[in-house]
Every structure is written in structure tokens, then in C-alpha cells.
């Protein structure tokens, strides 16, 4: 199965916000809301954003959220901050042999 | 502090063995499944499998079944991924990540990632 289909990059101005996009199919965004967010700096460990399309964990900020309409899901960073500047991964259930569909990575850059 | 605490770098010859590890501190382990997340250089996230500790359940992703082995050791909190004979392509950073017990399909907790190089 494919990865699901993020953007390369993604740029917003400190202050403004910012939309990545993550299409799927009927076979996994489509078909489950268990879509996840990850922010990945280089060398340091992902951090779990958004869980179950639009759920926030404890600590994250509300500037962070998830939405899903069909195929696809989207994650807005609202008021860019320079430590917002990383890689951003969505992730999908798509079936009990792969419970972690991951998107092909947007790196978002604060300007 | 929930954590998980990987090895070091390993630099390996193609045609080795490695295990490298993943030390779980601050939660119950045997209670919530362990990931293994790969990203190739340059590349994205791939999941790999996963291994519930409590009974040793484990899937493997298609693409890396036969590939590499999961494995746990309950008496120290510890999660392993294991390759019997390691090939150039292997190299990567290697991940492990938590997954909460029950209809939860995210990733709460990441380890900072293992630098597997295997070159001659």
C-alpha cells in the first residue's frame, strides 16, 4: 500500500497559519478516523500532535489541529512560531496489517 | 517521566547480525504495544511492526516481514529489533514509539531514534 500523499513543503509568515494536506483513499483515511499527526525536528524524536483525526494530546498547544474530510485530513498550524519550523507526518489505520500508514512528510518553514 | 531510551549508533558490515534496544521507564510496559518506526536517509516514516509485551503478540508490516525479527524482555523493560544479516540498505534511523493498549492506532510516546550504518 502507498504512502499517503503529503506535499513536500509547506511555508507561512510568523503569526499567520499554515495547512498541510494528507490524502488517502477509501481504504484508510476514508475509512477510519484513527488519523494521527507527528512533528519531527531532525535528530530529535517525533512528537505526537494530533491523535483520532482532531484529538489533542495534554501539552500540545491549541495553535495545532486536525481536521478530515473523505479522503483526506489536514493539520493547521495556527500562529507560526520559529520552533514550528520542522517535518510534519500523518498517519492513517489502513487495515490490521498496517495499523500505521504514514504520509510522505511535509517540511513547513517558518519565513 | 514516561520514556524510551534507545542504543547508541551501530556501524556494521554488510552480512552481520544486530540487535539494538529500546529501555521503557516511567509506565507499565507490559501493558501498552512497542513500535518500530524506519527512516531511510533523506526518506520518510515507515511503521515496521509491533510487539505487545505482555504476551509477546507481534505483526510485522508486509514489507518487513521475514526482514527483521521484534522481540521483548519483560524482566527489563526492554524492546528489541533484531536483523540477522544486515544489508547496505538497512542503513537508516530506527525508531520506537508506544502505542497505547486497545483501539488506539497512534504513537504517544518516541524514543530519539537508533543510526544503523552497515557499509564495507
Known amino acids: 500500500q502507498s504512502a499517503l500523499t503529503q506535499p513536500p513543503s509547506a511555508s507561512g509568515s510568523p503569526g499567520h497559519s499554515v495547512t498541510i494536506s494528507c490524502t488517502g483513499t477509501?481504504?484508510?483515511?476514508?475509512?477510519?478516523?484513527?488519523v494521527s499527526w507527528y512533528q519531527h525536528h531532525p535528530g530529535q524524536a517525533p512528537k505526537l500532535l494530533i491523535f483520532?483525526?482532531?484529538k489533542r494530546p495534554s501539552g500540545v498547544p491549541d495553535r495545532f489541529s486536525g481536521s478530515k474530510s473523505g479522503n483526506t485530513a489536514s493539520l493547521t498550524v495556527s500562529g507560526l512560531q520559529a520552533e514550528d519550523e520542522a517535518d510534519y507526518y500523518c498517519?492513517?489505520?489502513?487495515?490490521?496489517?498496517?495499523?500505521?500508514?504514514f504520509g510522505t512528510g511535509t517540511k513547513v518553514t517558518v519565513l | 517521566e514516561v520514556q524510551l531510551v534507545q542504543s547508541g549508533a551501530e556501524v556494521k558490515q554488510p552480512g552481520e547480525s544486530l540487535k539494538i534496544s529500546c529501555k521503557a521507564s516511567g509506565y507499565i510496559f507490559i501493558n501498552n504495544w512497542i513500535a518500530w518506526v524506519r527512516q531511510m536517509p533523506g526518506k520518510g516514516l515507515e511503521w515496521m511492526g509491533i510487539i505487545y509485551p505482555a504476551d509477546s503478540e507481534t505483526r510485522y508490516s508486509p514489507s518487513f516481514q521475514g526482514q527483521v525479527t521484534i522481540s521483548v524482555d519483560k524482566s527489563i523493560n526492554t524492546a528489541y529489533l533484531h536483523w540477522s544479516s544486515l544489508k547496505a540498505s538497512d542503513s537508516a534511523v530506527y525508531y520506537c514509539?508506544?502505542?497505547?493498549?486497545?483501539?488506539?492506532?497512534?504513537?504517544?510516546?518516541w524514543g530519539k531514534g537508533t543510526t544503523v550504518t552497515v557499509s564495507s
Open positions: 477509501t481504504s484508510d483515511i476514508g475509512d477510519y478516523n484513527y
Open positions: 514509539a508506544r502505542r497505547p493498549a486497545g483501539y488506539y492506532y497512534y504513537m504517544d510516546v
Open positions: 498517519s492513517s489505520y489502513a487495515g490490521i496489517n498496517n495499523p500505521f500508514l
Open positions: 483520532e483525526v482532531s
